[in-house]
């Protein structure tokens, strides 16, 4: 039944690229109104919706006009003016993921990792020595509701992982089955390098760049951030890890913290000293300016290892297997009567 009001929304979506809201959009059951034709909004409200139903909940989703947290900060306040029931809010999409969480499991790209904490890595204070992350509980973001940490501690459990994986991978076979864009790429392309070798210009490919191997250059030109690793002579045998056919079987979930910063992540040592440091699972940059407006969960499919080899490949079906995950997951969550 198409919803009477906009009270009568409960779940917010919220996504920072287009990709995303597409792969959510696909998981809809129903598409009741776009950009606020039907329901309107309230006159202090500038964001963009779409509104559909998703199982038994009827969702907003939420476009970001660029990948920042004041951004998504600012979606997030604007919305319940408009939305004044919303009771959970999803921040679904793609994301850099640490090639092996902190308890030694294996993250593979296409895979869903989903949060229990956030870690805001860029809030802090640049001290003479050294950056030093603010720890002041007035100044990081809080735990998740109890509600949403009951949920993931039933999906944590093994019953509850596979059964939610199987689901997950249901809705995915769906939607790719409407629209071949969501197909996994080859399983060959997802591999890992060695932490502290560098996505450059290589050997002779282009001498022309100051930082190109054996020219003592250290950095990263603008241009090869750009090219894939084969146009620039990466050598395999930087290569740390291959996926093999025999790990195609389906994607999996991990529930941890996430790294969240307005700087995208793009640094394998980095990477690993703050998965080391801070015991993150994943990377993205808009999660934490919505974490503390209502209760929230950010949901997201790894696309590539947050090293300076990204590239996006991956990036269509990381969307899908996040958008799905996001769907499976509000098949799970039951609104908090509020009243007495």
């Known amino acids: 039944m198409r919803p009477n009001s906009r009270t009568d929304f409960t779940v917010a979506i ?4 287009t990709l995303e809201a597409e792969a959510i959009e696909e998981t809809f059951d129903e598409v009741f109104d776009r950009l606020s ?5 309230h006159p202090k409200d500038r964001n963009a919706y779409i ?3 998703i199982g038994a909940h009827n969702v907003v989703l939420a476009y970001l006009p660029d990948k920042a947290k004041r951004t998504a900060a600012s979606v997030a306040t604007s919305l319940p003016f408009s939305y004044p029931n919303i009771g959970i809010g999803l921040v679904v999409g793609i994301c850099g993921g640490a090639p092996r969480s902190p308890s030694n499991e294996q993250i593979f790209l296409g895979d869903v990792v989903m949060s229990d904490a956030v870690v805001e890595y860029d809030s802090g204070v640049q001290l003479p020595g050294g950056f030093q992350r603010a720890t002041d509980i ?8 109890r509600e949403i940490r009951n949920l993931l501690a039933g999906l944590r459990a093994i019953g509850g992982r596979r059964e939610f994986q199987d689901q997950i991978s249901q809705h995915l076979h769906k939607i790719q089955q409407r629209n071949e864009k969501w ?5 060959t392309d997802d591999i890992v390098f060695n932490a502290s070798y560098h996505h450059k210009h290589h050997k002779l490919i282009s001498a022309k760049c100051p930082h190109v191997s ?3 250059g250290h950095g990263i030109c603008e241009g090869a951030m750009s090219k894939i690793c084969a146009d620039l002579g990466c050598d395999d045998n930087e290569i740390s890890r291959r996926r093999h056919h025999t790990e195609l079987d389906s994607m999996s979930i991990h529930i941890g913290a996430i790294a969240s910063a307005d700087t995208e992540m793009r640094s ?3 990477r690993d000293r703050l998965v080391s440091s801070e015991r993150v699972i994943g990377f993205e940059t808009i999660g934490a300016g919505v974490w503390d ?4 969960i950010i949901i997201k499919g790894v696309c590539d290892y947050a090293d300076s080899h990204k590239n996006n490949t991956w990036q269509a079906y990381a969307a899908a297997t996040g958008s799905c995950a996001a769907k499976s997951f509000l098949e799970y969550w039951r609104p908090v009567a509020t009243g007495p």
């Open 14 to 17: 919220i996504c920072a690229l």
């Open 138 to 145: 007035n100044l990081v973001p809080g735990r998740p509701s």
């Open 293 to 296: 407006i209502f209760p929230c």
């Open 51 to 53: 509104n559909g139903r």
């Open 183 to 187: 197909r996994r790429p080859c399983f």
């Open 214 to 216: 054996g020219n003592g």
């Open 37 to 41: 034709k039907v329901y309107g909004k």
């Open 268 to 270: 394998g040592e980095h």
